[in-house]
């Protein structure tokens, strides 16, 4: 698995299932020194193919099954929040070779004025080729795909074909990767990926790939450089190599620089407005206060899912970072294991598992030495266990979930609204309209829009406001509106006087 000496054997016990690299597993195809008999380009290729046709395999399942939970949420007009319009329009605007003025956000909002996520620039190309907001959820999908596949790939010789692909399976389809795709996209997406990369190279010892893959982890979020700051200490303890600390300071300095001078010069209120969210001297000043039940569930379902042998490894320390903004925050939303707040945790937790069974297959804890055999099983059960808990259960009932009711007036408001047109929406058909529209979000001071959409059933629009034409009179006392659509709760209302289609 690396270039270290193999692990001892573990002592048998008779009354003990042993969990063994399968002895057909396929090393990775290495060039010969000039001594050997030369490998061909051919013979290379097919190693590559044996190597990778499981975990590709694993990855395609992944990114399949997820896709499959997409399109039934978009087919039943399921909108978790405004992230989707956010990211969609930011897409656009790299596609178009523009800055990321996203007005859901704001007015001409820059949006890196809101988080550094300079690594979304990628998604220009694939939007210009699929202007669509439904790409953005086939890219996180890939994504997910793609860090499965690659922790696959380490799982197989460490724990043999079977269990290989299994764990592979299981972090792919991990709790926090299935609360991310259920939350729709955000940039965390691009993380997964590269933390399993990061990590599987320090476990393989590639380091000029976990090099790669870490300093562009710190361009993905802010938050993250702090990550990549312990990656790089990790790194340098694992390689010996003193010089790897560079990457940490890769990371502190990107944190820096987008907390203290891009963040503040781009957002309108001159700050970094999350970090009013994290107060440290309030929370260290009653260490009590910080304990609250879900935390500890968090913390739970991170550990149980590896067996707890992923405790054995230093890799945990990269979930440090993540784990301090989210509990020492006073949001409580930020405590819980749903939304996708934890999806960049599970890469860390999975190769940190491997890492353990592999350090305690090397240690001298007798007692851990053989829990070694039985880790991954004990974290592929209590994964199995979970899964009628989360969002991926739904599609054992998707006529529950996913009937989509009101979809017939969701196509009628659709329909009544012109490509080009300026509009203002909560989000209701916010994501059903940005690929097409230039819309606005209700909640900010905006100017009067061509046409103004309700969804008063789950939109967001408080109730109290009324329909959409008193929605439209206090929002913009100043022009008049006229309903045009009104079914299943979907409404929409027109300026009069703007261009008008034929109803």
């Known amino acids: 698995m690396t270039s270290r000496e193999p692990a001892p054997p573990v002592e048998e016990d008779e009354d003990v299932v042993v969990v063994a690299p399968d002895e057909q597993t396929t090393p990775d195809p290495a060039p010969t020194n000039g001594d050997g008999p030369r490998v061909s380009r051919r013979e290379r290729a097919r190693g590559v193919v044996r190597t990778w046709a499981l975990p590709a395999a694993v990855g395609l399942l992944v990114a399949a099954v997820y896709t499959i939970y997409s399109l039934a949420q978009w087919q039943a007009f399921v909108v978790k929040s405004w992230d989707l319009g956010i990211f969609t329009q930011l897409a656009s605007r790299y596609a178009a070779l523009e800055a990321p003025i996203v007005h859901i956000k704001g007015p001409e909002y820059h949006l890196l004025g809101d988080h550094f996520h300079p690594l979304l620039v990628l998604l220009g190309p694939v939007y210009a080729v699929f202007p669509h907001a439904f790409t953005l959820l086939v890219v996180q999908n890939v994504l997910f795909g793609i860090a499965a596949a690659v922790i696959t790939r380490a799982a197989i010789p460490l724990l043999g074909r079977v269990v290989g692909v299994l764990v592979g399976v299981a972090a792919g389809l991990s709790w926090g990767l299935q609360y991310a795709v259920e939350a729709q996209f955000h940039e965390i997406a691009f993380a997964v990926p590269l933390l399993a990369i990061a990590l599987v190279g320090v476990l393989r010892e590639q380091w000029r790939t976990t090099i790669v893959a870490?300093?562009?982890?710190?361009?993905?979020?802010?938050?993250l450089g702090l990550t990549t700051a312990v990656l790089g200490l990790v790194l340098a303890w694992r390689s010996r190599r003193p010089a790897m600390l560079w990457l940490s300071a890769w990371g502190v300095g990107a944190f820096v620089l987008a907390t203290r001078v891009v963040l503040p010069s781009l957002n309108p209120d001159g700050e970094w407005v999350y970090g009013s969210r994290l107060d440290l001297a309030a929370a260290l000043s009653d260490p009590l206060a910080l304990y609250a039940p879900a935390k500890g569930y968090t913390l739970w379902l991170l550990v149980i899912v590896t067996g707890a042998i992923a405790l054995r490894s230093p890799f945990v320390l990269l979930a440090a970072p993540t784990l301090g903004w989210r509990f020492l925050s006073a949001e409580p939303g930020y405590w819980?294991?749903?939304?996708h707040y934890s999806a960049v945790l599970l890469p860390i937790a999975y190769v940190a598992m491997l890492d353990g069974i592999d350090r305690a297959r090397r240690g001298r804890v007798r007692w851990l030495r053989r829990y070694s055999r039985y880790a991954p099983i004990v974290g592929l059960t209590a994964s199995l266990m979970l899964m009628s808990q989360l969002p991926l259960w739904q599609l054992t009932n998707p006529g529950l979930h996913f009937g989509a009711?009101?979809?017939?007036?969701?196509?009628?408001?659709?329909?009544?609204?012109?490509?080009?047109?300026?509009?203002?929406?909560?989000?209701?058909?916010?994501?059903?309209?940005?690929?097409?529209?230039d819309v606005h979000y209700l909640g900010n001071q905006n100017p009067v829009p061509e046409y103004l959409v309700i969804d008063r059933h789950g939109g967001g629009t408080p109730q109290e406001w009324g329909d959409v034409l008193q929605v439209a009179q206090m929002l913009h006392p100043e022009a008049a509106f006229e309903l045009v659509h009104a079914q299943d709760g979907y409404e929409v209302a027109r300026v009069v006087g703007a261009s008008a289609l034929d109803d």
């Not at 870490?214 to 938050?223: I, M, Q």
């Not at 659709?414 to 989000?427: H, K, R, T, W």
């Open 405 to 437: 009711p009101r979809e017939q007036g969701a196509r009628a408001a659709l329909a009544v609204i012109p490509d080009g047109a300026v509009v203002e929406s909560d989000i209701g058909l916010m994501s059903y309209l940005v690929d097409r529209t």
């Open 336 to 339: 819980e294991p749903t939304w």
């Open 214 to 223: 870490g300093a562009l982890l710190a361009l993905v979020k802010e938050d």
